[in-house]
């Protein structure tokens, strides 16, 4: 477990190491190109300090044995994701996960996979309730 909260990444340490997620293992090199490819113009050594503190903070590891440091995630984005999420929920809606759902559900925009996939989960959610109330 590191030894910073996932809630403790900023905003721009965030988006290096969801470059990360998408390329690794990566060089900084890698890491800037990923994120020159989505739109972001960082400098090299800016990206090295963002890799650096998040190796720091226990968020990612470097394999110094070659001439380039090879960076990977310790913390995958499932978990960072959570972490994020669990924060908001806690923040805004005193820990109820039903009216985020509901407001997504009413604000976002969802695919026909998407809105079959949430159909069978809320299918899942009634047949489970059902058999509890028949318990």
Excluded: C
Excluded at 106 to 131: H, M, P, S, W
């Amino acid at each position: 477990m590191p030894p910073y909260e996932t809630t403790d990444i900023p905003a721009a340490e965030l988006e290096v190491l969801q470059a990360l997620w998408d390329k690794s293992p990566a060089t900084v090199r890698d890491v800037l190109n990923e994120l020159h490819n989505l739109g972001r113009q960082l400098a090299y050594t800016t990206v090295l300090t963002f890799l650096t503190r998040l190796e720091q903070k226990g968020f990612v590891k470097s394999d110094k044995s070659g001439i380039a440091y090879v960076y990977s995630p310790k913390v995958s984005r499932d978990k960072v994701s959570r972490s994020r999420l669990e924060e908001v929920l806690e923040s805004f809606y005193d820990g109820a996960p039903g009216p985020l759902v509901l407001q997504l559900m009413r604000e976002g925009k969802f695919t026909k996979t998407e809105i079959g996939e949430l159909q069978q989960l809320i299918d899942d959610l009634d047949a489970k309730n059902k058999r509890r109330k028949r318990s």
